[in-house]
């Protein structure tokens, strides 16, 4: 599998999960307010696509504190 395939199929997935709990976590169907959030998820899909192919390379060359600095990338990507 090429890593175009396996970075699209990631990204989609983390784009449909959160849209899941979005969707699981109102009250009613989708307000019209929340419907911001959609472009926002679909925004942090596009930053997942971009970033797993160094996550995979780091996970290949046994890269240092890749756990770590996956997890601090996460971290500030959350807060930011």
């Known amino acids: 599998m090429s890593m175009q395939k396996i970075t699209g199929i990631i990204a989609v997935?983390?784009?449909l999960f959160w849209l899941?709990?979005?969707l699981a976590g109102a009250d009613k169907s989708l307000q019209i307010g929340s419907l911001w959030l959609?472009?926002?998820i679909a925004l942090s899909a596009v930053v997942v696509y971009?970033?797993?192919p160094t996550y995979i390379r780091w996970s290949q060359n046994q890269q240092p504190a890749r756990l770590l600095r996956g997890a601090l990338e996460g971290f500030f990507?959350?807060?930011?």
Not at 77 to 80: A, E, F, K, L
């Open 13 to 15: 997935g983390f784009f």
């Open 20 to 22: 899941f709990i979005l």
């Open 38 to 40: 959609v472009p926002v």
């Open 50 to 52: 971009w970033s797993v």
């Open 77 to 80: 990507g959350c807060i930011s």
